[in-house]
């Protein structure tokens, strides 16, 4: 007898759809509260508007339920899909590739004085922010990672970060708003731009990543080519160019 393909798919999505105990996987954080003990891996998660998804979630650091998107997921995805996986405004998970193998963590948060910001996430898109250098190089599709937006950064002298819990913060000049993190898969395999400015803000947030104590690692390609911008005067850096003095070839981000 033979097996109908499509109910051979259909039994495959229930399967999908129904694992860690809910009818769907909606995003990392609420298979973690369906079941604490679930450990980090890669994990598949529909969207609300049907899109199944292909994610690492991070089960483990800074209390778990981190939502890590492979970089194929922003070719399909956009800001309307956003909302269901990036319900806490105040953390970000960011880890970084380095030549020797490790993968360190870096919780990022806003300074005290701006936590009455919330955080910002764009799919290709920055509204309110200052756009990503590289939008210009590579083009999309990407993924923006906002601290404060053009109405904050315009009007504040100190800005800036806390990493693991640490101040990071420097005195703003010029008139660029810059204040974000940006990850591009890069498809089409374009040369970046070759700014690179690595001033205090570059110099703290690497200088207080974490080794996770495991030292277990996520799956190399969910690491992609990245800008950190913060200015004037905080940092415009990339990774193609931190290899050479933090030993970083790419980065991920995650958040909840």
């Given at each position: 007898?033979?097996?109908?393909?499509?109910?051979?798919?259909?039994i495959?999505?229930?399967?999908?759809?129904f694992?860690?105990?809910?009818?769907?996987?909606?995003?990392?954080?609420?298979?973690?509260e369906?079941?604490?003990?679930?450990?980090s891996?890669?994990?598949?998660?529909?969207?609300?508007?049907?899109k199944?998804?292909?994610v690492?979630c991070?089960?483990?650091l800074n209390g778990?339920?981190?939502?890590f998107l492979?970089?194929?997921t922003?070719?399909?995805?956009?800001?309307?899909d956003i909302?269901q996986?990036f319900?806490?405004?105040?953390a970000?998970?960011?880890?970084a590739?380095?030549?020797?193998?490790?993968q360190?963590y870096?919780?990022?948060k806003?300074?005290?004085?701006?936590?009455?910001?919330?955080l910002?996430?764009g799919?290709?898109?920055?509204?309110s922010f200052?756009?990503?250098?590289n939008?210009?190089h590579?083009?999309s599709?990407y993924?923006?990672?906002?601290?404060?937006?053009?109405?904050v950064?315009s009007?504040?002298?100190?800005q800036g970060?806390?990493?693991?819990?640490?101040?990071?913060s420097?005195t703003?000049?010029?008139s660029?708003?810059a204040?974000?993190?940006a990850?591009?898969?890069?498809?089409?395999?374009?040369?970046?731009g070759n700014?690179?400015y690595?001033?205090?803000?570059y110099?703290g947030?690497?200088?207080?990543?974490r080794?996770?104590?495991s030292?277990?690692?996520?799956?190399g390609?969910?690491?992609?080519?990245?800008?950190?911008?913060?200015?004037?005067?905080g940092?415009?850096v990339?990774?193609?160019?931190?290899k050479?003095?933090k030993?970083?070839?790419?980065?991920?981000i995650g958040?909840?």
């Amino acid at each position: 007898m033979q097996f109908p393909f499509a109910l051979f798919l259909m039994i495959q999505f229930t399967a999908i759809a129904f694992c860690e105990g809910g009818l769907f996987n909606r995003t990392c954080k609420t298979i973690k509260e369906q079941n604490p003990d679930a450990p980090s891996n890669t994990y598949s998660i529909v969207t609300n508007s049907g899109k199944l998804l292909q994610v690492y979630c991070e089960m483990g650091l800074n209390g778990g339920g981190y939502t890590f998107l492979h970089p194929t997921t922003l070719a399909v995805i956009n800001d309307l899909d956003i909302p269901q996986m990036f319900t806490d405004k105040t953390a970000f998970l960011l880890r970084a590739r380095r030549t020797d193998g490790t993968q360190p963590y870096a919780v990022l948060k806003q300074l005290s004085e701006f936590s009455f910001v919330p955080l910002k996430i764009g799919i290709s898109s920055f509204e309110s922010f200052g756009g990503p250098v590289n939008a210009g190089h590579i083009g999309s599709p990407y993924i923006f990672f906002g601290f404060l937006p053009n109405s904050v950064a315009s009007v504040s002298a100190t800005q800036g970060l806390q990493v693991n819990g640490v101040r990071i913060s420097y005195t703003h000049c010029g008139s660029v708003t810059a204040s974000h993190f940006a990850l591009f898969p890069n498809f089409k395999e374009v040369d970046p731009g070759n700014a690179y400015y690595p001033d205090p803000v570059y110099a703290g947030i690497f200088s207080n990543v974490r080794d996770n104590p495991s030292g277990r690692v996520m799956p190399g390609d969910y690491f992609m080519f990245g800008e950190i911008h913060f200015g004037g005067c905080g940092c415009y850096v990339q990774t193609n160019q931190m290899k050479k003095d933090k030993g970083v070839l790419a980065l991920t981000i995650g958040f909840r």
